[in-house]
Structure formats: C-alpha cells, structure tokens
C-alpha cells in the first residue's frame, strides 16, 4: 500500500464557501481522511502556506482541437492528431486538470493509451466525433465548396433518425463517457447562422434516448434561447455554451435539471488572438456577437438556480488559455463559486461523485497552490512553477 500525508496546508474540500485545516491522507490512490493528527506515510509532503484543492476538471476540453480551420483538422492523419492530442493533454494536466470531458472528439485508441499509462494525461471522458446536421455547426464546408472534411476526427455529419441511432449506438460500443450533438450554429463554421435551432425534435429525441438507455446523457452546443429550448425540451442534460441564454429559458434549464457549461476563455481568446490566428471574417463577426453576452448567460443561470459548470473550448495555439478561463469565471461568479464549478459541479455532471472533492473515499486527484485562492484567486492563474499536481496519489 503507498501512502501520503500532505501537512501544514489550508484545503478547500470542492463544495465549501472556505477552507477547512488539513492534513490530508492518501492510501493506494484515495483520499482516506482530511483534518485530525499527522500519520506516518511513504511520502510526507510539506504544504505550509498554500492550499489543497480538488483537482481541476475541464469539461469542454478538446484535446482532438488542434486547429482553429475545421476543414484542416479534419483532413489530418488521425495519427497526426491524436498525437498533438496527447501533447496538449499533457499540458493540460500540468495546469493542474486533472480530469477532463473532451466533448467533440477522442476514440478508444487514446483512452486505451491513457489508461494504461503511455502518455501524461488527465483522466480522459471522451465523446467520439460530435453529431452535426448538413449545414450545421460541425459541416465544415464553405458554401462554394466540394471539398469533403471527411476525417470526422472532431464532427461526422449524420442526418437522419435511423443514422443517428446507429451513429449513438457505435459511439457507445466504443466505450464514449457520453454523446455530443450541434444543436445551433457556432462560431467556427461558415455557413450557419448563430442563433437558428439544428436537428429535428425527432432526431434528438432518437439521440437522448439512446443515451439514456445507457445510462449516459446528451450535450449540446447551443447558443440561442431557441436552440437551447429546443435541446432540453428534447432530453438533452448538458448545455455547452449557452452565451444568449435568457431569462425565461434559464429557469426551463432549472425544471429539466440541465446543466450550463459555460466556456468563457474561448471567445475571450478569439476576440484578442483570432485576426492574428487568421480567422474569417465571417467567425470574428459571430464571435463578437457572443463574446460579452457571455458573462450575463452566466449570470443568468445562476439567478435561476442552473448548475454551472466549467469549461474552456479552446482550439489549435488558443490551448494556453486554460487557465485564464478560471480568471474569467472568477470575474463573474466569486472564486468559490468558480472553483465549485471547475470541481464538484463538474464532477456530479460527468456522474463521478468521487472526483472533484478533497474528502474521505474520493480519488486521490489534488492541486496545491501558494496561498489561499480565495482571497488572492490570481494563484489559479499562476504558472507551474507555483503549483503541485497529483494524480492518483501521485505527485506529479
């Protein structure tokens, strides 16, 4: 049995409003008692002046992303990328994200290569392509253009109950955490307008209940009051974005108990980056049309009692905005509330109630950063050099 005590810190425990006194104690992976006495272990790590915290947890991260041109993603080797996946993985759990949903993406090849330890990564949940209609937000032709993006390393185009059911059921088959469907238009596709609802009530009707039929659930990507409407109305659990919701649509996400996943660095970092990265015009235009309603979204669904999660979204070079997507949910929502959202809210919406939590029975997956974030929360933001990562009871 490995053990390790971590002493002379500060925790925040994932749920609480403060911090509560440690040490905290680890036997083979888990966490088997926070506070009380010091006990021996294999390894005693001196925590003094900084604080434990739950292992961050990222759930919109693509780790298939590795391009912000859709049509160049999808028209490389899946070779190539999944090993630019596994880099930004990497680099993702040397942030401090432990566990990550990567919603648009990822296949069974990676989670094998994960679990069995070949590659630094976080704890990886994984989509499979997400599901796009013709035309929708995961098509990424131009309007003048033939040219297939057949890889459907990120998004296949599927239309249709019977394909759709098909596509759920293979998804499933290979071992996918959960289904990601586009249910309005996005940012990076050029030829769907932003707000207008995707898919049928049928087809997603056909792709929730395949879901639940596996115990699993649906996400969405969606931005209008309308598309999101029309997600939750037909089953849909996960709200990705969400950046126009409204009032009246906040408070149906509330009765369906839909989650909102906010993903407010992505647009942050194209609106700063995006014309440097050479964006079309026609995204920046779409971008901006998000970018400040945002924040209020999140506002929004807060008043309404919406669980909020957290996300990031980010693609290709945009990778290194993972953190400051913590400062901007700070900004809005209070550093506690923040970090509930980045821990224990996302945790309970992967349906993983021993992730996300510093307390007795839950996995061993812990950030510890200089001081105390609640007071000083720019320490999140902070570089590498000032925090510690461990996984499974594994400094890292």
């Not at 990328?81 to 994200?97: E, I, K, P």
């Not at 506690?336 to 349906?351: E, F, P």
Request: glycine share 12%; with cysteine.
């Amino acid at each position: 049995m490995s053990t390790l005590s971590i002493v002379n810190a500060a925790v925040f425990d994932g749920e609480s409003d403060g911090l509560v006194e440690g040490p905290v104690h680890v036997a083979d992976g888990r966490i088997v008692a926070v506070g009380g006495a010091p006990r021996p272990a294999d390894r005693v790590l001196d925590a003094r002046g900084r604080t434990v915290l739950p292992g961050l947890i990222d759930a919109h991260c693509h780790a298939y992303g590795i391009d912000l041109d859709m049509l160049a993603l999808e028209s490389r080797p899946l070779s190539y990328v999944a090993l630019a996946a596994a880099r930004r993985l990497g680099a993702a759990l040397s942030r401090g994200f432990t566990t990550v949903r990567d919603p648009a993406g990822g296949d069974a090849g990676l989670a094998r290569a994960i679990a069995e330890g070949l590659l630094p990564a976080p704890r990886y949940l994984w989509t499979g392509a997400a599901l796009s209609q013709t035309g929708g937000h995961g098509d990424v032709r131009a309007a003048d253009s033939e040219v297939c993006g057949c890889g459907s390393h990120s998004v296949e185009v599927v239309d249709g109950v019977d394909p759709l059911r098909r596509a759920v059921r293979d998804r499933f088959r290979r071992g996918a955490h959960a289904i990601k469907i586009m249910t309005s238009g996005g940012v990076v596709s050029l030829t769907d307008p932003i707000r207008v609802p995707q898919y049928s009530a049928e087809e997603i009707r056909a792709v929730t209940a395949e879901a639940a039929r596996r115990g699993s659930y649906v996400a969405a990507h969606a931005y209008s009051p309308e598309a999101i409407r029309h997600a939750i109305d037909n089953g849909v659990r996960s709200v990705e974005h969400g950046n126009l919701l409204d009032a009246a649509t906040a408070e149906a996400m509330a009765a369906a108990g839909a989650f909102l996943v906010p993903t407010l660095a992505a647009y942050d970092a194209m609106d700063r980056r995006g014309a440097d990265l050479g964006m079309p015009a026609v995204s920046r235009q779409k971008n901006r049309e998000v970018l400040a309603a945002g924040r209020t979204a999140v506002e929004l669904a807060r008043a309404a009692g919406v669980r909020v999660g957290f996300g990031t979204d980010l693609m290709g070079v945009l990778e290194d905005e993972q953190l400051n997507g913590l400062r901007l949910q700070v900004e809005v929502d209070g550093p506690a509330a923040a970090l509930r959202s980045a821990t224990s809210v996302n945790a309970d919406l992967l349906g993983r109630a021993d992730l996300g939590r510093v307390r007795e029975g839950c996995v061993a997956d812990l950030l510890i950063v200089d001081g105390d974030p609640l007071r000083d929360p720019a320490v999140l933001w902070a570089g590498p050099q000032r925090r510690t990562v461990v996984q499974g009871g594994v400094v890292l």
